[in-house]
């Protein structure tokens, strides 16, 4: 069993910059695909930004340019550097690792909040 944990989610300032990580567990992270996404209230789930196992960066259009994912494979650790924030960036923030190729495991973790207001 895969444990995920996301920290790093608060209250910032519109134009702001703040960092998820997230921690996977497990001896072969460095095969996991990992990935963001977020929820808004009301709103359906959305990828943010992925990473996959062999380095290809994929993001939502509406964060490309801001917000820049990676990962240390040596610490089991992906982050989300999230620059220039907007009120509309606030959700929670979810942690997503996928393991396989033909057959997949997903594995979510708890979610961090992000609020950006003044």
């Known amino acids: 069993q895969v444990q995920v944990v996301e920290s790093g989610g608060g209250l910032v300032q519109p134009g702001g910059s703040l960092r998820l990580t997230c921690t996977a567990s497990?001896?072969?992270?460095?095969?996991?695909?990992m990935a963001w996404y977020r929820q808004a209230p009301g709103k359906q789930r959305e990828l943010v930004a992925a990473v996959t196992s062999d380095g290809s960066l994929n993001y939502v259009d509406s964060v490309r340019g801001r917000f820049t994912i990676s990962r240390d494979n040596g610490k089991n650790t992906v982050y989300l550097q999230m620059n220039s924030l907007k009120p509309e960036d606030t959700a929670v923030y979810y942690c997503?690792?996928?393991?396989?190729?033909?057959?997949?495991?997903?594995?979510w973790g708890q979610g961090t909040q992000v609020t950006v207001a003044s």
């Open positions: 497990g001896r072969i992270f460095s095969r996991y695909a």
């Open positions: 997503k690792a996928t393991i396989g190729t033909m057959t997949v495991q997903a594995y």
